[in-house]
């Protein structure tokens, strides 16, 4: 194994996360990697992402490629996957986690709690809607597509006055300096991290990528999706999930949001550091939540 291909996104944000991914596992494994750039539909189109089968569209181009051969192992944000497994793909490594927030770009550097009332916020999720409007009832919240410049440009440019984006993709990329606020709520299940695919069975890739993984970040990331996956709950329910390892345990916030931002219901939990990631299932994350559980679930329902 001399030269590894790495499938990713063509995009400024895909391509410096893949190559960060690559360099890592470089000098982990002694092989030489090379990116090998793919398009998804999700680049092509235009429209809502929850209309062209949620953010789980710019995986698809992806995982096809790695089936075919096309390339040997790919980087996602995690946030993006489709809780269901793949079949013939297993995530391989999960690398040290960025940071989990959101984060508010405003034109003139206002906070959220001081823009005007009737001032336009850009974002492209669901739950970010739900959870702006929760603060802030009187913003009008609006839909945006594009690359994290392009919805850049359109503050600037004045098309909205504030927009709502994760604080790990523009550091990534160097757009610190747009950021006004970093917003305190929970976010999206394993918002910062990064999933590393291969194929099922490919020993040599695995165990190369494997290399770089990090425990904390893989056991927080996957106990937040294992919660997304019970609650049957994806890109379009606003639904936020933080876990937060310790050296003793781990805390873990679920919260799910009507669509409007006018409800919330909340469930916190302390579990042991050393659960079983491969036995967390549905079951045992409705044991975690017992309590809270019912109306966690009801209200998912009702905002899928």
Not at 216 to 241: F, M, N, Q, S
Request: with cysteine; charged share 25%.
């Amino acid at each position: 194994m001399t030269t590894l291909r790495l499938g990713t996104r063509a995009s400024l944000l895909a391509t410096t996360q893949s190559q960060h991914v690559a360099d890592a596992v470089a000098a982990a494994s002694g092989a030489s990697v090379e990116l090998v750039p793919i398009t998804s539909a999700g680049d092509v189109l235009t429209g809502p992402l929850a209309q062209m089968g949620g953010t789980g569209v710019f995986a698809t181009a992806l995982r096809d490629a790695l089936l075919r051969e096309e390339c040997d192992f790919l980087v996602h944000s995690m946030k993006d996957l489709p809780t269901a497994a793949f079949p013939g793909i297993v995530v391989g490594a999960v690398p040290v986690r960025a940071s989990q927030r959101d984060v508010l770009c405003s034109r003139d550097g206002v906070p959220l709690a001081d823009l005007p009332p009737g001032a336009r916020v850009g974002t492209g999720s669901p739950r970010r809607v739900a959870q702006v409007r929760s603060r802030r009832p009187d913003l009008v919240v609006e839909g945006i597509r594009g690359n994290v410049d392009s919805r850049l440009r359109k503050v600037y440019d004045g098309e909205f006055d504030a927009i709502v984006l994760a604080e790990a993709g523009l550091r990534r990329i160097g757009r610190d300096a747009a950021i006004t606020e970093i917003l305190d709520w929970p976010t999206s299940a394993a918002q910062g991290a990064l999933a590393v695919e291969a194929r099922d069975g490919d020993a040599d890739v695995l165990a190369a990528i494997g290399l770089i993984e990090d425990a904390d970040t893989a056991l927080a990331a996957h106990l937040e999706r294992a919660v997304l996956r019970w609650l049957e709950a994806g890109c379009a329910a606003p639904v936020a999930i933080d876990a937060v390892v310790a050296p003793d345990a781990v805390t873990l916030v679920a919260v799910v949001h009507s669509e409007d931002g006018t409800r919330a219901v909340r469930a916190d939990r302390r579990l042991p550091h050393d659960i079983d990631i491969e036995a967390v299932s549905a079951d045992v994350v409705a044991e975690l939540f017992a309590g809270g559980a019912g109306d966690l679930a009801d209200l998912a329902g009702t905002s899928r």
